[in-house]
């Protein structure tokens, strides 16, 4: 059965630095899709970045990238030169492809991530 | 885009009432799921179709909840004789699916359901 699991709850860092945070999973399929949201105060869910196992390159979108590490089964989403309003709950889910049963979203607990002045 | 519609953002039910949420996906998304939302159980997965027909409702509550998709643009999740333990958001999203499946879920805003 697929599990997520995010080990840090909470986060506060300064504004303008580097931040990481921590996803594992557990799959029994060769071939997934790695997913970060990010929950803000409104509770929107909003999608941020990607990583298909399949691709070797980590994926980067705006101030967001990855560092995936397929032996350690590791997704971890860092947001560099981060700013107030990146303050949110964040949330990694996996997804198995349509030859699996596990189609669903399976996300991980959250890590709230506080970015102060 | 308009993005995932729901309906109504926030309903008020007394306890054994009944409640009906609504979902319109995107355009030309084929998959739908819903979740539901505690501050205890994070996001739970309920279920999903995947061109109008049911794949997967091994996160549905058996006796009181059902979700059913009529046509392409919108899914609808019921829950009859609603308990307090059933206060929660309930999410809709959407998604694009191929073959292979694995395509990135849209949500919506979220219907906060509250049972008195």
């Known amino acids: 059965a697929q599990k997520v699991t995010q080990t840090q709850t909470s986060i506060s860092v300064m504004e303008k630095t580097t931040v990481t945070m921590d996803c594992v999973y557990e799959?029994?399929?060769?071939?997934?899709?790695l997913f970060w949201y990010k929950q803000t105060a409104s509770g929107e869910i909003v999608f941020l970045i990607r990583?298909?196992?399949?691709?070797?390159e980590n994926a980067t979108v705006g101030h967001y990238s990855l560092n995936f590490q397929k032996p350690k089964s590791s997704i971890g989403l860092i947001i560099t030169a981060t700013q107030i309003e990146d303050s949110a709950v964040y949330f990694c889910?996996?997804?198995?492809?349509?030859?699996?049963?596990?189609?669903?979203?399976?996300f991980g607990q959250g890590t709230i991530l506080k970015v102060y002045l | 885009n308009a993005g995932v519609i729901q309906t109504p953002r926030h309903k008020v039910t007394g306890k054994g009432q009944e409640a009906t949420l609504w979902c319109e996906p995107i355009?030309?998304?084929?998959?739908v799921f819903w979740y539901r939302q505690t501050i205890v159980q994070g996001l739970e997965f309920l279920t999903y179709?995947?061109?109008?027909?049911?794949i997967d409702d091994s996160g549905m509550p058996k006796e009181r909840f059902s979700a059913q998709m009529p046509n392409q643009s919108h899914s609808t999740l019921k829950i009859q004789s609603t308990q307090p333990q059933d206060s929660a958001v309930y999410l809709c999203?959407?998604?694009?699916?191929?073959?292979w499946g694995g395509g990135t879920l849209y949500f919506g805003s979220g219907t906060r359901l509250t049972v008195l």
């Open positions: 999203a959407s998604s694009l699916d191929g073959d």
């Open positions: 799959t029994q399929d060769s071939s997934y899709f």
């Open positions: 990583q298909d196992s399949y691709k070797k």
């Open positions: 889910a996996m997804r198995e492809p349509a030859t699996s049963s596990g189609q669903k979203l399976v």
């Open positions: 355009s030309g998304h084929s998959a």
């Open positions: 179709f995947r061109n109008q027909a049911p």
